[in-house]
């Protein structure tokens, strides 16, 4: 069963704003002057959307704890007390952990580092390591990409003399209490202007601020953002206000400027080198590379691979991120497999799916393929003994850190945000906790909720689409929630040739008048054994965007298609991802 129905709607305000007007003034085509206030930028913002810079960063001092953390820092430094960096297992967590390792180093003052064990000891801080910090005579530990929820556990910390630092983003449940030094922006007593960072945009805003009082030059932070950029698009958050500067002046430095022996080797490994590096790479090559260290092993692996100075280190270890990918990889297609026989024709408002024999670290893809699918919120769980370990992904009208927050007396540890959370619970309770959250669908979620919306931004014929253009739309990049990537519909377009594609397919199109020919690539959801190039020969509606290929120098255009109609028969509609 794939995705049934779509709603394609036409974004933005369609009303008689004067585009040639800003189009003269912004020395922009009034396409692209319209595709930017569909995205809800007002013309007094157009300078800082198209031309973020590392200057336009707010003061680091507006986010609360910020003064009590950098002063605190610094103390250590001074008293030459050890300094503990405790990360999370995921990108975010990992580059958080990794930037400000780089920091403390060239500040002359390396720190030591811990990521858990994401099967053995799970999310945020644990006694266990607490107790190991303290006999290794750690005085202040700093998190980073998590914190916010071990409450009890920097308590724990306090009674050994440990003081903690918690730098993170992560939605913030109950009271802080005053003693404590968290660095959020999601206090609700933080008035810092901008609440979307990513965990380590909250750790690059700590060094900025340090940076600042030991007069660091800030030329040299710059030089972080690859690392920020990385991290930032790995999260998922929204690519607007800061987090558009930090990933756009991060993008640039990679690949041919970054520093990092470690995040060269990377690139080079995974079939990057010499290409430009955006966000899609960031996403579907380097950040699951990464990740699979974290998902099946030792996340300190990612680590040691980002600190790496040498560069025959960070080539093996880069290969060795790609052997734990391909593992991943296998694991993930069976899990999923394994998740769609669960359900079978058993399909609720709410999926929910367990299983023993799955790998704990992966169960977040297998809710996030689910959620996809079906189009519902999705919780995966992998069983060990009597402790259920899950992920879970909504969608847009069903909070799921909500949904959970109304459960929580069922659930051992939980956290997260709206659309994720990592959750624990005892096995027993997943049938009532599976109960509970469908109750609630039921309530919350109408029928409409399920179908999923997508936007089009206007309609654009393929004759209009020429190299100009297609570089012209770079200025709105990077591309994610908050600026989402253009989508143009063009109507009656020939299909000439239809090849399966794994998932896809492979497509060659042309306008009305047959003159224009372009490459086009489809990667659908709709069951592929209804028949192989069922396009072929086909006049079809696309929605798609026009994207730039480069390689060896050349450029060329293909249509990346995010969904088809058929133009004889407008019921019939596929989408792709």
Known sequence: MGISKVKWLLRGNQGEEDYQALSCKWKLSPLVIKLILNRGIKESYFEDYLFPSFDKLHDPFLMKGMREAVNRILLSISRGERILIYGDYDVDGITATSLLLKFM?????PAYYYIPHRQNEGYG???????????????????????????????????????????????????IPPDFIVVNPHNPECNYPFKELSGVGVAFKLCQAIAREVKFPSEKLKTYLDLVAIGTLADIVALIGENRILVKTGLEILPSQSTSPGLR???????????????????????????????LSLAKTAVKLLLSDSVEEALWLA??????????????????KEADDILSDKIKPVLVVANKNWHPGVVGLVASYLKEKYYRPALAFAIEKDIARGSARSIPNFPIFQAL??????????????MAAGLTLPVENIERLENRLNSLAEEMLS????????????????????MDLVKELQVLSPFGPGNPKPVFLAKGVRVIY??????????????????????????????????????????????YFPALNTWRGEQDIYLEIKGIKLSENSNSLHTGG
């Open 498 to 543: 239809s090849q399966s594609l794994g998932k896809g397919e492979k497509l060659t199109l042309s306008d009305l008048s047959g003159k224009k020919l372009f490459k086009a690539f489809f990667f659908d959801s709709f069951d592929k054994d209804k028949g192989k190039n069922t396009l072929s020969g086909k006049m079809v509606d696309i929605f």
């Open 405 to 418: 927050t109304g459960c929580s007396e069922l659930i051992t540890s939980f956290g997260g945000h709206q």
């Open 125 to 175: 801080l644990n006694k266990e390591a607490i107790k190991k910090a303290f006999a290794k005579n750690i005085k202040l530990i700093i998190t980073c990409d998590c914190g916010t929820s071990s409450l009890e556990e920097i308590r724990f910390a306090h009674s050994l003399g440990i003081e903690v630092i918690v730098t993170d983003h992560h939605q913030i449940s109950g009271n």
């Open 105 to 109: 180093k060239d500040l002359k003052f």
């Open 319 to 336: 290969r060795k991120l790609n052997r734990e990918n391909s593992r991943r990889q296998n694991l993930e297609k069976r899990m999923c």
């Open 265 to 295: 080797a990377l690139i080079n490994t995974s079939g990057l080198s010499g290409r430009k590096i955006e966000e899609k790479e960031v996403g579907y090559i380097l950040a699951p590379r990464l990740n699979a260290c974290g998902r």
């Open 447 to 466: 029928l409409d909720d399920f179908i999923p919306c997508r936007f089009f931004d206007a309609e654009v014929g393929l004759e209009e689409i020429d």
